[in-house]
T-cell receptor
Framework: SQQGEEDPQALSIQEGENATMNCSYK?????LQWYRQNSGRGLVHLIL?????REKHSGRLRVTLDTSKKSSSLLITASRAADTASYFC?????????????FGTGTLLAVQP | KAGVTQTPRYLIKTRGQQVTLSCSPI?????VSWYQQTPGQGLQFLFE???????NKGNFPGRFSGRQFSNSRSEMNVSTLELGDSALYLC????????????FGQGTRLTVV
């Protein structure tokens, strides 16, 4: 399967704590994107990091990318109950003109108030 | 700016029937992709269209087909429905031909009985 792997599968933390999710993928990439999904609804785009970037920030989100290890991590700081959702990483493979996304298996984050 | 619109939101069909799902991308976006989400297989890529041309197709049987119109709106069709086709079908639109963020609609929940 081309699908990437995410770790952990599920994470439960208290409000105010930080949450870290990891993603590993299998091939060379153009970019890697992180998405949030609430209760089986649509995916919300969080952040895109390109293959030549190592770190990116957006509000309380910090994403790192290590292309040598084919891995990425998403850090959510000072988490809130509203951050409770499933988080997915997705890659656009290198080569060719495409926006095709290969998704990871997802991490289910529960933030307890 | 309006987001990605998918219709209908919910659909119940009988085995053997066919179904057509519709997706209107964000205004100005020319790239549309479709994904199937199930508890067992996760998020799987179906098709990608850019300027009315199918650029990529996922590993799905020929019963799954799609098209894109000149106004970038897209439809996907599933013929001879099977119980296993029950899923959340998600449409994503992107501005450019490659390496750009994908924005998702709320999805169409298809149940085959």
């Amino acid at each position: 399967s081309q699908q990437g792997e995410e770790d952990p599968q599920a994470l439960s933390i208290q409000e105010g704590e930080n949450a870290t999710m990891n993603c590993s993928y299998k091939t060379s990439i153009n970019n890697l994107q992180w998405y949030r999904q609430n209760s089986g609804r649509g995916l919300v785009h969080l952040i895109l990091i390109r293959s030549n970037e190592r770190e990116k920030h957006s509000g309380r989100l910090r994403v790192t990318l290590d292309t040598s290890k084919k891995s990425s991590s998403l850090l959510i700081t000072a988490s809130r109950a509203a951050d409770t959702a499933s988080y997915f990483c997705a890659t656009v493979n290198y080569g060719g003109a495409t926006n095709k996304l290969i998704f990871g298996t997802g991490t289910l984050l529960a933030v307890q108030p | 700016k309006a987001g990605v619109t998918q219709t209908p939101r919910y659909l119940i069909k009988t085995r053997g029937q066919q179904v057509t799902l519709s997706c209107s991308p964000i205004s100005g976006h020319r790239s549309v992709s479709w994904y199937q989400q199930t508890p067992g297989q996760g998020l799987q890529f179906l098709f990608e269209y850019f300027s009315e041309t199918q650029r990529n197709k996922g590993n799905f049987p020929g019963r799954f087909s799609g098209r894109q119109f000149s106004n970038s709106r897209s439809e996907m069709n599933v013929s001879t429905l099977e119980l296993g086709d029950s899923a959340l079908y998600l449409c994503a639109s992107s501005l450019g031909p490659t390496n750009t963020e994908a924005f998702f609609g709320q999805g169409t929940r298809l149940t085959v009985v």
